[in-house]
């Protein structure tokens, strides 16, 4: 069995550790907290919550008469304390499972009831050590590895002089990417990336697994590295303070957290206009192709063939099984990749520059009190490539997260090509061909990754964005050279 040991020196350390698990916890996660009185079992679980509600002032009441506190919190949790518990059954009529299934379960005094609760629980025990106590936590590997990762951040900070920075959950994403406020006293608040290095998939083809066929970035350095040269040619990406490369700890600006939609959701169009505008001259840019970090250097991948054919391929390993109820045929299976590599031969002569990849709403800030291309803050481009720039415009132009209509898609394909054409040589024409191009492909490559996360991650919320992709997907076989796709579309029956 794996455990963890630490020695918290007194009641500071304690809340400390409080706070460092709440970055650690998941939904499904039960902590029992074991200990003689005055062990900190109530100071830990006090922190606990208070960072979890991100209030220094929550009241939080010992749960001692009524065995069970709940918090309606980011992650729903239930504190409770089984000191009175009198019979193991009462802990049904508590509501313990109906609490685990969908939150964190803290438990002081567990011992009342360790039939009851889950083999896979985490346990803190904690022992007096003079004025401080220890703490030994064990349990299952997966849990344990969460701990770990929240402590190695808090060391991280410790080592560059922020031992004392309060640490507050701010998100996580569609990958396994978190981040976090960093706030300590005096200073802005800034921003901590977690982004440990990718873990290897199984083996798809040529030897290689899924993110290095697709070029998705398995580490912190493309960050880094597509940072200082979007910062390099004027445009605004976060500035990086601190950084352990190997662990995937970043520290970093906080560029704002005032979005490009409005109050209810919807797209504002003087931002995404102003997005499309930057996008313009970023791409009117000369590429970097190495970037130099010191002792390392990031080479940006091209938007390669196999990158292309590997993400659309998410529809038909994930997306038409689910449809369906049964895997594609080897007949489709060919003709649909014999269809993409038509598609793709026809990108041979497009213009190529740095691609972002993700440029829509979740990754644009927007900063109205900046000017010029300080309005738009760009905050996701680890998985940067060399490719078709229709790539970039097909993805704001057609937003995954939000329904983008056709007069304001319209205006923003005709401001960029107006800018384009103002900065020097620019083939509108083929530019168009492409944005149907690559709008296609980013969503054959959606409606897959909207199922993957739904069935392979558990995020279901995921699928609220199919019938807005599929949208998409029928505006973008429109034009005429998409045709091949639209005919085995209609023909496999997902159209």
């Given at each position: 069995?794996?455990v963890?040991?630490?020695?918290?020196k007194?009641e500071?350390a304690?809340?400390?550790?409080?706070?460092?698990?709440?970055l650690?916890?998941?939904?499904?996660?039960?902590l029992?907290?074991?200990?003689?009185?005055?062990a900190?079992?109530?100071?830990l679980?006090?922190?606990f919550?208070r960072a979890m509600?991100?209030?220094a002032e929550?009241?939080?009441?010992s749960?001692?008469?009524?065995l069970?506190?709940s918090?309606y919190?980011?992650?729903?949790?239930?504190?409770?304390d089984l000191?009175r518990?009198a019979?193991?059954?009462e802990?049904?009529?508590l509501g313990?499972?109906e609490?685990?299934s969908?939150g964190i379960?803290?438990v002081?005094?567990?011992?009342?009831?360790?039939?009851?609760?889950?083999?896979?629980?985490l346990t803190?025990t904690f022992s007096?050590?003079?004025?401080?106590?220890t703490?030994?936590?064990t349990?299952?590997?997966?849990?344990?590895a969460?701990?770990e990762?929240?402590?190695a951040?808090?060391?991280f900070?410790k080592?560059?002089?922020h031992?004392?920075?309060k640490?507050?959950?701010?998100?996580g994403?569609?990958s396994?990417r978190a981040?976090e406020?960093?706030?300590m006293?005096?200073?802005p608040?800034?921003?901590?990336m977690d982004s440990?290095?990718?873990?290897?998939?199984?083996i798809?083809q040529d030897?290689k697994?899924?993110?290095q066929?697709a070029?998705i970035a398995e580490?912190v350095?493309?960050f880094?590295?597509?940072a200082h040269?979007?910062r390099?040619?004027?445009?605004?990406?976060p500035?990086?303070?601190e950084?352990?490369?190997?662990?995937?700890?970043l520290?970093i600006?906080d560029?704002?957290?005032?979005d490009?939609?409005?109050?209810?959701?919807?797209?504002?169009?003087?931002?995404y206009?102003?997005?499309?505008?930057?996008l313009?001259?970023?791409?009117a840019?000369p590429?970097?192709?190495d970037?130099?970090l010191?002792?390392?250097i990031?080479?940006?991948?091209?938007?390669?063939r196999t990158?292309m054919k590997?993400?659309t391929?998410?529809?038909?390993?994930?997306?038409?099984p689910?449809k369906?109820?049964e895997?594609?045929?080897?007949?489709?299976r060919h003709?649909?990749?014999?269809?993409?590599?038509?598609?793709?031969d026809l990108?041979?002569?497009s213009?190529k520059?740095?691609?972002l990849?993700d440029?829509h709403?979740p990754?644009?800030?927007w900063?109205?009190?900046?000017?010029?291309?300080e309005?738009?803050?760009?905050?996701d481009f680890?998985?940067?490539?060399?490719?078709p720039?229709?790539?970039d415009?097909a993805s704001i132009?057609q937003?995954?997260?939000v329904t983008?209509?056709p007069g304001?898609?319209?205006a923003?394909?005709s401001?960029y090509?107006t800018?384009r054409?103002?900065?020097?040589?620019?083939?509108e024409?083929?530019?168009?061909?492409?944005w149907?191009l690559?709008?296609?492909?980013?969503?054959?490559?959606?409606v897959?990754?909207w199922?993957?996360l739904m069935?392979?991650?558990?995020?279901?919320?995921?699928?609220?964005h199919m019938?807005?992709?599929f949208s998409?997907?029928?505006v973008?076989?429109?034009?005429?050279?998409?045709a091949?796709l639209?005919?085995?579309?209609?023909k496999?029956?997902i159209?």
């Open positions: 069995m794996q963890i040991e630490l020695i918290l007194d500071a304690t809340i400390e550790f409080g706070e460092d698990l709440a650690a916890l998941k939904a499904g996660d039960c029992a907290l074991s200990g003689d009185l005055g900190g079992k109530s100071t679980a006090r922190a919550l509600a991100d209030d929550l009241e939080v009441p749960p001692t008469f009524t069970v506190q918090y919190l980011r992650t729903p949790v239930s504190h409770f000191y518990l019979d193991v059954s802990l049904d009529e313990f499972d609490a685990l969908d379960c803290l002081e005094w567990p011992e009342n009831a360790l039939a009851a609760l889950p083999k896979s629980r803190a007096h050590l003079g004025d401080g106590r703490v030994t936590i349990g299952e590997a997966a849990a344990l969460r701990i990762r929240s402590l951040i808090r060391t900070l080592q560059r002089g031992g004392n920075a640490r507050r959950h701010l998100s994403d569609a396994a981040y406020h960093i706030r006293p005096g200073e608040i800034r921003i901590l440990a290095r990718h873990k290897a998939g199984p798809l030897g697994y899924y993110q066929l070029h580490d350095i493309p880094v590295a597509v040269d979007i390099t040619k004027g445009f605004c990406a500035d990086i303070y950084a352990d490369l190997d662990a995937g700890i520290l600006e560029l704002g957290s005032e490009i939609l409005d109050a209810k959701g919807q797209p504002i169009a003087e931002r206009l102003e997005s499309v505008r930057v313009a001259h970023l791409h840019q590429v970097t192709r970037i130099s010191g002792a390392v990031h080479h940006i991948p091209d938007f390669d990158a590997i993400e391929s998410l529809l038909l390993d994930w997306y038409l689910w369906r109820g895997k594609a045929s080897d007949a489709e003709g649909y990749f014999a269809v993409w590599d038509q598609l793709i990108l041979a002569s213009e520059k740095l691609l990849r440029f709403s990754n644009i800030i900063r109205g009190d900046r000017s010029s291309f309005r738009i803050g760009i905050i680890q998985d940067s490539m060399i490719g720039t229709a790539y415009v132009s937003d995954a997260r983008i209509e304001l898609r319209d923003m394909l401001l090509c800018e054409h103002a900065l020097g040589l620019f083939d024409a083929t530019f168009r061909r492409d149907h690559m709008s296609a492909q980013r969503n054959c490559k959606l897959g990754i199922v993957r069935q392979r991650d558990g995020k279901p919320s995921y699928m609220k019938p807005r992709t998409y997907l029928e973008a076989l429109r034009h005429e050279a998409l091949p639209r005919d085995w579309c209609i496999a029956g159209l």
